[in-house]
């Protein structure tokens, strides 16, 4: 520290012109390096995209059919109930496991071997760092995601039950309570027909999301009312125009940081994740990260461009200036449905604040005597930077929490998911550890105690590296996005409560910026493997019958494999068919007329 503040007498005294970059970031600067970009795929290499298109087009079509069992159907109002052909997977629960196992293994194997059309092989490409001699197209990325997309448009609510809180808590704003005070219970009634499907645990909790999200929600429940059906409907096309914002704004950064948008989209967007998640799963992170995504877009479109901010002689902002504005007010309001990515303000205000003449190397370098002669420019830069973002947010969330009529409540429920003991949550985890190995020894149960030193602890920890990260940004070491990425990845590891989907908060922005083998490879597997150990399973599930439906679901999609993907002897038959069937008929020999005349 003393050699941060120029303390140290032995230190060598550094001349004003000394602009060296701080040590932050050096590791993690390593995770990017620019890509190029290069030709479509052939036609051997497309018909094979073709056919990989299909097997994961087939495993979305079994989960869907596989939910009608296993999906989380509502307890009242069940759509499918006495309907004869689509109640059957709820009346054989084991094979709608086996199918929504398998169609899960399905879609995750088809992501694996697609990535070699988008990232490379990873065993040459992606391992060396290198980018492939070809990939799919921009437009062959969309429709495969469209395509895999589609059958879980229409499928029950997947792997978790929070749209039926969404549903209650919108229903309770609806009715003119306040969702920030008042549980599902206390509101509607432990009878109501969305209190029914609200699981236990939060049934007499109060809403822990932003007053956007919930004025949506309200808005739909004011056309359906009642109606879960309709109502799931409706979130899930809420959380397609957040998907759609990702679609948009995930390509845009990436070129902007040297990076192929068919990669950033293969990684990021159409990881098995979001779509078993944020489209199965119905979850408001979705919006979020799509607007936050987009605000980003348009501040780094604002910030990187050679435009003034404000017209010449003027206070009032130019056309790159309200770009900016709109920017900041977008992202601003995707902390309005949640909070989490209110952080990516903080890198934006650093990006323009190094517009501004803000840097690191005076904040760090400067002897103590001249620290403020050096260091003034970009101490204003800073200030006028989170001024301005903050009156942007300021102003965002007072119009948003009055304009909707919700207030300010949901700053008092920030903390409501920290009731769950999460086994992803590395604070969690190692208290909860701590705790039965406190048991076993007779001390008695503490984990609770544990839990409540260990999970601010955890909070302090991941602070100081995101101030880390921040530092390293202003240093110029590390692109803003890939900052909030390495941030927002900080945040996952060290959170009280964390969920699978919430991988998505880092491996999106990241997809965008980091390229280096280490992190492609780790999002890879870690991403794979929780998309399959996250299994559409019930509390009252035996081991015996899960083990039963994952040896099944295996076995399916070996067979599948092999009838996509193997020379089989019924794919040769049907190509000697189809190649007799396409050739012209034999022609039928006339007879000779001069020699029957003759004869």
Same mark, same amino acid.
């Given at each position: 520290?003393?050699?941060?503040?120029?303390?140290?007498?032995?230190?060598?005294?550094?001349?004003?012109?000394?602009?060296?970059?701080?040590?932050?970031?050096?590791?993690v600067?390593?995770?990017?390096?620019?890509?190029?970009?290069?030709?479509?795929?052939?036609?051997?290499?497309?018909?094979?995209?073709?056919?990989?298109?299909?097997?994961?087009?087939?495993?979305s079509?079994?989960?869907?059919?596989?939910?009608?069992?296993?999906?989380?159907?509502?307890?009242?109002?069940?759509?499918?109930?006495?309907?004869?052909?689509?109640?059957?997977?709820?009346?054989?629960?084991?094979?709608?496991?086996?199918?929504?196992?398998?169609?899960?293994?399905?879609?995750?194997?088809?992501?694996?071997?697609?990535?070699?059309?988008?990232?490379?092989?990873?065993s040459v490409?992606?391992?060396?760092?290198?980018?492939?001699?070809?990939?799919?197209?921009?437009?062959?990325?969309?429709?495969?995601?469209?395509?895999?997309?589609?059958?879980?448009?229409?499928?029950?609510?997947?792997?978790?039950?929070?749209?039926?809180?969404?549903?209650?808590?919108?229903?309770?704003?609806?009715?003119?309570?306040?969702?920030?005070?008042?549980?599902p219970?206390?509101?509607?009634?432990?009878?109501?027909?969305?209190?029914?499907?609200?699981?236990?645990?939060?049934?007499?909790?109060?809403?822990?999301?932003?007053?956007?999200?919930?004025w949506?929600?309200?808005?739909?429940?004011?056309?359906?009312?009642?109606?879960?059906?309709?109502? #799931?409907?409706?979130?899930?096309?809420?959380?397609?125009?957040?998907?759609?914002?990702?679609?948009?704004?995930?390509?845009?950064?990436?070129?902007?940081?040297g990076?192929?948008?068919?990669?950033?989209?293969?990684?990021?967007?159409?990881?098995?994740?979001?779509?078993?998640?944020?489209?199965?799963?119905?979850?408001?992170?979705?919006?979020?990260?799509?607007?936050?995504?987009?605000?980003?877009?348009?501040?780094?479109?604002?910030?990187?461009?050679?435009?003034?901010l404000?017209?010449?002689?003027?206070?009032?902002?130019?056309?790159?200036?309200?770009?900016l504005?709109?920017?900041?007010?977008?992202?601003?309001?995707?902390?309005?449905?949640?909070?989490?990515?209110?952080?990516?303000?903080?890198?934006?205000?650093?990006?323009?604040?190094?517009?501004?003449?803000?840097?690191?190397?005076?904040?760090?370098?400067?002897?103590?005597?001249?620290?403020?002669?050096?260091?003034?420019?970009?101490?204003?830069?800073?200030a006028?930077?989170?001024?301005?973002?903050?009156?942007v947010?300021?102003?965002?969330?007072g119009? #948003?929490?009055?304009?909707?009529?919700?207030?300010?409540?949901?700053?008092?429920?920030?903390?409501?998911?920290?009731?769950?003991?999460?086994?992803?949550?590395?604070?969690?985890?190692?208290?909860?550890?701590?705790?039965?190995?406190?048991?076993?020894?007779?001390?008695?149960?503490?984990?609770?105690?544990?839990?409540?030193?260990?999970r601010?602890?955890?909070e302090?920890?991941?602070?100081?590296?995101?101030?880390r990260w921040?530092?390293?940004?202003?240093?110029?070491?590390?692109?803003?996005?890939?900052?909030?990425?390495?941030?927002?990845?900080?945040?996952?590891?060290?959170?009280?409560?964390?969920q699978?989907?919430?991988?998505?908060?880092?491996?999106?922005?990241?997809?965008?910026?980091?390229?280096?083998?280490?992190?492609?490879?780790?999002?890879?597997?870690?991403?794979?493997?929780?998309?399959?150990?996250?299994?559409?399973?019930?509390?009252?599930?035996?081991?015996?019958?899960?083990?039963?439906?994952?040896?099944?679901?295996v076995?399916?999609v070996?067979?599948?494999?092999?009838?996509?993907?193997?020379?089989?002897?019924?794919?040769?038959?049907?190509?000697?068919?189809?190649g007799?069937?396409?050739?012209?008929?034999?022609?039928?020999?006339?007879?000779?007329?001069?020699?029957?005349?003759?004869?």
């Amino acid at each position: 520290m003393r050699d941060y503040l120029g303390l140290t007498p032995s230190r060598p005294r550094p001349d004003r012109g000394d602009q060296r970059r701080g040590d932050y970031g050096k590791a993690v600067a390593r995770l990017h390096d620019d890509e190029r970009e290069v030709g479509p795929l052939n036609d051997q290499e497309n018909s094979r995209l073709t056919r990989i298109k299909l097997f994961g087009a087939t495993g979305s079509v079994l989960m869907l059919i596989g939910s009608l069992g296993t999906g989380q159907i509502p307890v009242l109002q069940n759509p499918i109930a006495g309907v004869r052909v689509l109640s059957l997977p709820s009346r054989m629960w084991s094979t709608a496991l086996t199918l929504s196992i398998g169609g899960t293994i399905m879609l995750v194997v088809a992501w694996l071997l697609i990535g070699r059309f988008a990232v490379g092989r990873f065993s040459v490409e992606v391992l060396n760092g290198r980018s492939p001699q070809r990939r799919m197209t921009r437009r062959q990325a969309d429709r495969t995601l469209m395509l895999w997309i589609a059958p879980i448009i229409i499928a029950p609510p997947l792997l978790s039950k929070d749209i039926y809180s969404y549903l209650a808590q919108s229903a309770i704003a609806h009715r003119g309570m306040d969702p920030y005070v008042i549980s599902p219970v206390r509101g509607l009634g432990v009878n109501d027909v969305l209190t029914r499907s609200v699981p236990n645990l939060w049934r007499d909790t109060p809403a822990p999301y932003g007053p956007l999200f919930l004025w949506l929600g309200k808005g739909i429940t004011a056309v359906t009312g009642d109606n879960i059906t309709a109502a #799931i409907f409706l979130h899930r096309l809420l959380a397609l125009f957040g998907i759609a914002l990702i679609v948009w704004a995930l390509p845009r950064l990436a070129r902007r940081c040297g990076v192929s948008s068919v990669a950033a989209l293969w990684l990021g967007a159409m990881n098995p994740l979001l779509i078993l998640h944020l489209v199965g799963g119905i979850h408001n992170e979705a919006l979020m990260l799509g607007l936050m995504l987009v605000g980003l877009e348009l501040c780094f479109r604002a910030i990187y461009s050679s435009d003034r901010l404000r017209k010449p002689g003027s206070m009032w902002p130019s056309a790159a200036g309200w770009t900016l504005i709109a920017g900041a007010a977008v992202m601003s309001a995707s902390a309005m449905v949640k909070v989490t990515s209110m952080l990516a303000l903080g890198f934006i205000g650093i990006a323009l604040a190094q517009r501004w003449g803000a840097t690191l190397p005076a904040l760090r370098h400067a002897p103590i005597g001249e620290w403020w002669q050096r260091s003034r420019r970009s101490v204003a830069a800073l200030a006028a930077s989170g001024a301005f973002l903050g009156i942007v947010l300021i102003v965002v969330m007072g119009v #948003i929490s009055a304009g909707t009529g919700l207030g300010f409540g949901w700053t008092k429920t920030l903390s409501t998911g920290d009731v769950v003991r999460s086994w992803m949550s590395m604070p969690t985890l190692l208290s909860v550890t701590t705790g039965r190995l406190a048991l076993l020894l007779g001390l008695g149960d503490q984990t609770q105690a544990i839990l409540e030193v260990g999970r601010p602890l955890g909070e302090l920890v991941a602070a100081v590296f995101i101030v880390r990260w921040m530092l390293a940004c202003l240093a110029g070491r590390l692109h803003p996005l890939g900052a909030l990425g390495v941030s927002m990845a900080t945040v996952v590891v060290f959170l009280p409560f964390v969920q699978a989907w919430y991988l998505l908060w880092a491996v999106i922005p990241l997809a965008a910026w980091a390229t280096r083998p280490w992190f492609r490879l780790t999002t890879i597997a870690v991403s794979a493997i929780i998309a399959i150990v996250v299994m559409p399973t019930s509390s009252n599930t035996s081991g015996v019958v899960l083990a039963q439906g994952l040896l099944a679901g295996v076995i399916m999609v070996a067979v599948m494999t092999a009838l996509f993907f193997e020379d089989l002897p019924i794919h040769r038959w049907w190509r000697n068919r189809r190649g007799t069937a396409d050739a012209d008929p034999p022609q039928e020999r006339k007879p000779d007329v001069a020699r029957v005349d003759a004869e």
